[in-house]
């Protein structure tokens, strides 16, 4: 089938439909999510996993998890160490680079790795010597692409990097860079412990234009301390003329019994929810006025971007980092607690740095749970990728795909799916279910309708964040 163009440039984000439809749900980067891994899943299971997808030789995607920061913001919920320890650095890296050997003893050598992304914590807090390292032996025991047929990219503190930094980093074959921006009013910065002038972020965007980078990404956080529509309409006037070419606006949950160094963010400082709901759609409008397109969750994207060109082209995938355009890759996380997704697995390491260390010095995989998908699981992760990607489900492609009858199947979620569609978020016809722009907005609430572990229970909605 091809792929209506989904990509809608005039989608309004309506305020007053997001507010009716505030849901908390899980923002489906696996599916299942996290929350189904268990411990019963071990080393044995990835290493079958790893046979399956040997025969099938897709491509590789690697995630290396670095989760060293100098110093901490106080919004973060990232799992990160801060130290300035260099010993305990020397020590995970001797770690992760065992792991490399290990993995790529595992994997054929000839998979090419077609998409590679460094993330943490703060990447370069490793010396320049260390960052080198890390690349020669991921190098040495993977089949590492040149930079124009593959999607290398790196998360950058612009606190952190220097011209020199920069240079190396695209000397090791980085062509992608993501910025962690958030906000550029200096109230909010030193609200959260996170300061970064404006001339320091425009000098790392043109120093990475310069040296030739392909693509810089912008995270930006909606929702912090003393932030106002006004003050955030300004953020985004001035993100907009840096002109990245991705851009990810993300809430910022607040959820200090869970996150310690989030109490130092004090309650009444942050915007009221009604406040949060007009930045996200000042902002969105914004964006989209520009230029920009909305690719689903949190993301946007320039229309020659390829990204935006991967949804026209129905080949976007969703997973742990976010939006993808590396269809079919069988994806290996290095570090403490990255997940990994091979064939029909997800295996995820250690969360405490001292149990991934341990595991590695005895030269073992440091897998601490993970999930064997059965063949509802595949079917059900396949509706939900459609959904969140491409905004509609092919009914024919997916009975071929999974030998199975649609509509009754599905019988019990597309009663339920009649419903949303007479409130005019999708339509259902026999051999296509299409969200309308409406619909796009709560895809989350969508998915869910998929989701069989979706209890709907009072634990499973404090685990997830809502849409403001
Ligand atoms: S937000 Fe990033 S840089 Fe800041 S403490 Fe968390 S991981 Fe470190």
Request: charged residues 25%; glycine residues 6%.
């Amino acid at each position: 089938m091809e792929y209506k163009k989904t990509v809608a440039p005039s989608l309004a984000w309506d305020r007053d439909f997001i507010q009716n439809n505030n849901i908390a749900g899980p923002r489906y980067t696996s599916y299942p999510t996290a929350i189904q891994f268990h411990e019963e899943y071990g080393i044995k299971d990835y290493e079958m996993a790893v046979k399956r997808s040997n025969q099938k030789k897709r491509p590789l995607s690697l995630y290396f998890h670095i989760p060293f920061c100098d110093t901490i913001c106080y919004y973060c919920a990232c799992n990160k160490i801060v130290t300035a320890d260099k010993k305990r650095v020397r020590h995970y890296l001797d770690q992760l680079i065992r792991e490399i050997e290990i993995q790529g003893s595992l994997f054929k050598e000839n998979r090419p790795v077609v998409q590679l992304h460094w993330g943490g914590g703060t990447p370069t807090f490793f010396s320049h010597s260390e960052m080198t390292e890390l690349m020669y032996h991921t190098g040495r025991n993977f089949n590492l692409l040149d930079s124009e047929q593959a999607e290398y990219s790196i998360e950058i503190d612009p606190r952190g990097a220097d011209i020199d930094t920069l240079s190396l980093i695209h000397g090791l074959g980085f062509n992608r860079i993501s910025l962690g921006i958030q906000d550029f009013d200096e109230k909010v910065q030193k609200a959260v412990n996170r300061v970064q002038p404006l001339p320091l972020v425009e000098k790392v965007v043109h120093a990475s234009r310069d040296l030739g980078f392909q693509s810089i990404n912008m995270d930006l956080i909606y929702g912090l301390p003393y932030q106002t529509p006004q003050s955030y309409r300004e953020t985004i006037e001035t993100v907009i003329e840096l002109q990245p070419d991705r851009i990810s606006l993300f809430n910022y949950a607040h959820l200090p019994h869970r996150f310690k160094t989030q109490r130092q963010i004090k309650d009444e400082t942050l915007p009221t929810a009604d406040e949060k709901l007009e930045i996200l759609c000042d902002s969105a409008n914004t964006l989209m006025r520009v230029g920009y397109v909305y690719i689903g969750m949190d993301h946007f994207a320039k229309r020659e971007d390829s990204l935006a060109i991967a949804q026209q082209q129905g080949q976007l995938q969703r997973n742990f980092q976010g939006y993808s355009t590396a269809r079919e890759a069988d994806l290996i996380g290095m570090g403490v607690s990255a997940i990994s997704h091979i064939d029909n697995t997800y295996s995820q390491n250690y969360k405490s740095a001292n149990r991934y260390e341990d595991a590695l010095t005895e030269g073992r995989l440091p897998i601490e749970r993970g999930y064997t998908l059965c063949a509802d699981d595949l079917l059900r992760q396949e509706v939900i990728s459609q959904l969140t990607c491409h905004n509609q489900i092919d009914i024919p492609n997916m009975e071929k795909h999974h030998q199975i009858n649609f509509t009754s199947y599905f019988e019990a979620e597309l009663c339920e799916l009649d419903a949303y569609q007479k409130q005019g978020l999708l339509q259902l016809s026999p051999t296509v279910i299409t969200l309308t722009e409406l619909g796009r907005l709560i895809v989350r609430r969508l998915c869910l309708v998929f989701d069989i572990y979706n209890s709907g229970s009072q634990n499973q909605k404090n685990t997830y964040s809502r849409i403001i």
